[in-house]
């Protein structure tokens, strides 16, 4: 009888190793009596496996654990200091910067201030911002394993941003410059589907199997998650709900089509509107409500109306357990939420809505900056699995 081939042998020690990897990251401490229980894999794999992944530097025991009667077991952890990952949310008129450990704890962040009018890509800043973070980096055995960056536009398979209407960006080929320069595996996705992608890792939409991200900065983009999976759609282009058409004959917008959503719900169209009452950011805005400027309040609830519309439009067509608004606006929850969650209540099917919850980003800001991280630890352990 023939015996079987070599590759099938290294092809399950490679399955057994993810099993036991990933046991240890989703339950430890565990012991390695643990993992067997967990994973049906026998005591002796088992055993075997941890020793490689010890060798690797990727779990390391830290003593003893309670006894069920016998010898106390050997505890494991997973070793979150092993390596370190750079998460990048680039913004129309920021950028945002984080370090992170592989269990996506932040180790250092960074923030830079672009300015409204930014319409190409500020590669330098971009460059200096990951510069700095990989500096920040503590040595380990695996140092930086990769960079991941959230775009606000259409991003192919391959790293192309396609077309970024706010920024004017068509045909940017930002993976493999980011390659190029710091030979290292570069992911680049869309910015909301790294803020769904955050948020449902880290934050608000933990163990929630159905939700939509609402990302609202200078525009609004969305990251679909549906059974858990992000939907990326055919092409992997889907969550461009910002250019909805909510107004028929509405006001041009940079992406050709015209009444976008984005132009009447985002941070743009508040600055807008706000710039006749002497207002020039943001976070002059916010200070202002607090301080009880009456029209400044309104202006929020405006946008809040607005962005009330949009989200019953997602509500009726997704049936969804979880809308999350985050990105920059969501820093303003108190002064648009009201008037935001009584547009859904008035404007969504009764049915779609009895189930649903309308939440603030619990990661605030950085929604796509731990996201963009994450895809950089997912492509690491991916490899690390595969080897």
């Known amino acids: 009888m023939p015996t079987k081939p070599t590759g099938d042998l290294a092809l399950i020690k490679k399955m057994n190793t993810s099993i036991v990897l990933d046991a240890v990251l989703k339950h430890a401490p565990l012991s390695r009596a643990g993992i067997s229980e967990r994973t049906g894999l026998n005591k002796a794999t088992v055993s075997s496996l941890v020793l490689d992944l010890i060798d690797a530097h990727l779990v390391y025991e830290i003593g003893p654990g309670e006894s069920s009667g016998g010898r106390k077991p050997v505890m494991l952890l997973f070793n979150e200091k092993a390596g370190y990952a750079v998460g990048i949310d680039l913004g129309v008129n920021y950028i945002r910067g984080i370090l992170t450990d592989l269990a996506g704890g932040v180790v250092a ?13 500020p590669l330098e800043q971009l460059t200096g911002c990951i510069d700095g973070l990989i500096k920040q980096a503590p040595d380990s055995p695996y140092g930086i394993v990769g960079i991941g960056v959230g775009v606000p536009g259409i991003v192919d398979d391959q790293g192309v941003i396609l077309f970024a209407p706010n920024m004017r960006l068509k045909q940017v080929a930002l993976k493999q410059m980011l390659e190029s320069r710091y030979s290292l595996s570069v992911t680049i996705d869309n910015e909301a589907n790294a803020g769904a992608q955050g948020e449902q890792t880290y934050g608000a939409g933990r163990g929630i199997l159905n939700q939509i991200y609402v990302s609202v900065g200078i525009g609004i983009g969305t990251g679909i998650i549906l059974n858990k999976e992000l939907f990326k759609g055919a092409s992997g282009f889907s969550g461009e709900l910002g250019h909805l058409s909510i107004q028929y004959d509405g006001k041009p917008c940079s992406c050709g089509n015209q009444g976008c959503w984005e132009l009447y719900a985002s941070e743009n169209a508040l600055l807008e509107q706000a710039s006749s009452l002497g207002y020039a950011s943001l976070g002059q805005l916010l200070k202002a409500a607090e301080q009880g400027d009456e029209r400044v309040r309104q202006l929020f609830s405006d946008i809040g109306s607005y962005l009330g519309v949009g989200i019953a439009n997602i509500v009726n067509v997704f049936n969804p357990d979880v809308v999350i608004v ?35 980003a619990e990661l605030q800001e950085q929604s796509a900056v731990r996201g963009a991280a994450y895809y950089a630890i997912s492509d690491f352990f991916a490899k690390v699995k595969s080897v």
């Open 326 to 360: 985050g990105n920059r606006m969501s820093s303003a929850a108190t002064w648009i939420g009201p008037a935001m969650r009584e547009a859904v209540a008035t404007r969504s099917l009764p049915y779609h809505r009895a189930q649903l919850s309308i939440l603030f």
């Open 109 to 121: 962040d960074a923030h830079i201030e672009l300015g409204r009018a930014n319409q190409e890509l």
